[in-house]
């Protein structure tokens, strides 16, 4: 875990446990479960009934300074300005990266916006896995709550857990006799199994989608509970997806555009009644491809789909990455370990797809085929047609 994220749309990164269990289409290649194999007393196991592993207290007290640090530092025509001292005047003097000083009267200061670092919270683990010990939540939760400076991306698979977990997390509170870590945890257990409030003003809640089907069962549960930002992390993308399709049969809901704000669904998930209507809906899509040693090509269809829904609707999109693959051209690519994503995502063959070996190039594009090459993470790198893809939800 680093101090620093290197992933692109968080500032920080924090695992308040390590270890997981596999759940999901997405979770076919866990990279922390490849990286826990090197040392699984430090960080966890995969899979029902294996350990999962609390991070150190020395971890625990990296979002308090992160906190700190956000509360002394304000924004100034877009430079970050850190406030270290006080005048004999009362005014405050800050620096800003390249180390210049500058003094603000404590009005003008408080006028600058506020610098609100993401902190993303799991890459090692879900934070709503259910064989998590709950007492653990209630630590994360009353973390959360004391680091009001932060914007913590809360991403899980399980988003459906939710309900459960906080139920869970009510029930493991006494009533009397609280710390203040307890009842900080309750207040947010409550806000998030009724109408949110103020005390969610600083969580942006994500469940992952990979494909059609993720989205039809998570994203109607996401949408029903309260965050100061929803977002979807399409991340590995194996499938396209259409965030304004109806639900068709056998789906868990009727209609749901998850954009525009008329959602209508009935229906029940998880044992859970659901019946809402016009309510604020999707706030961030973030799309990207696979990495590591046995990655799935991403077609670059699916990529510009969920781009141009998101530009129809003014909706923020983060192109994170290729991944392993990228498109290409197959007559530039002969040395390279190459093949063709098929257009539905049932999965990429190569050097051709099964019973489509007479066809050439041409012939398979015309099907939606896409020619795909495996370069490297760094190679593929993070241009979609030509140009990065860095939106983000407006600061408040
Ligand atoms: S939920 Fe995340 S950490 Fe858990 S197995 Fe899936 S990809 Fe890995």
Sequence with gaps: MAENSKIEWTTHTFNPWRGC??????????????????????????????????????????????????????????????????TSDGDFKAYDTKAKTTIFRPDVWAALPAWRPRVFCASLADWLDDEVPIEWLVRLMALIVATPNLDWLLLTKRIENLRPRMERVLNAIPRTNITLAEASARALAEAWLTTGGSIIHNIWLGTSVENQDCA??????LLSI???????????????????????????????????????????????????SKREMLHWVICGGESGPDARPMHPDWARSLRDQCKAVG??????????????REEETVSLHSGYCHPEGRGAKWPSPPGLGEYGPRELEARGFAFVARVGKAKAGRLLDGREWNEFPAQP
Excluded at 249 to 268: C, H, Q
């Design 21 to 86: 269990t596999k759940w999901s289409p997405g979770c076919a290649n866990c990279y922390a479960e490849t990286l826990s194999k090197r040392n699984p007393a430090v960080l966890g196991e995969w899979g029902p009934g294996k350990p999962r592993v609390l991070a150190s207290a020395r971890m625990w007290k990296q979002p308090i300074k992160w906190d700190i640090t956000a509360n002394n530092t304000r924004l100034l025509n877009g430079e970050k300005m850190l406030r270290y001292q006080m």
């Design 216 to 221: 039809d069962k998570r994203i109607p549960v």
């Design 226 to 276: 309260p965050a100061k930002v929803r977002f979807l992390s399409c991340e590995p993308l194996l499938g396209p997806v259409d965030l304004r399709k109806s639900g068709g049969p056998g789906t868990a809901y009727k209609s749901a555009n998850a954009f525009d704000g008329n959602a209508l669904f009935i229906g029940e998930i998880g044992g859970i009644d659901f019946a809402w």
């Design 315 to 328: 909706v923020p999109f983060l192109f994170k990455q290729w991944g392993e693959w990228m498109p290409a």
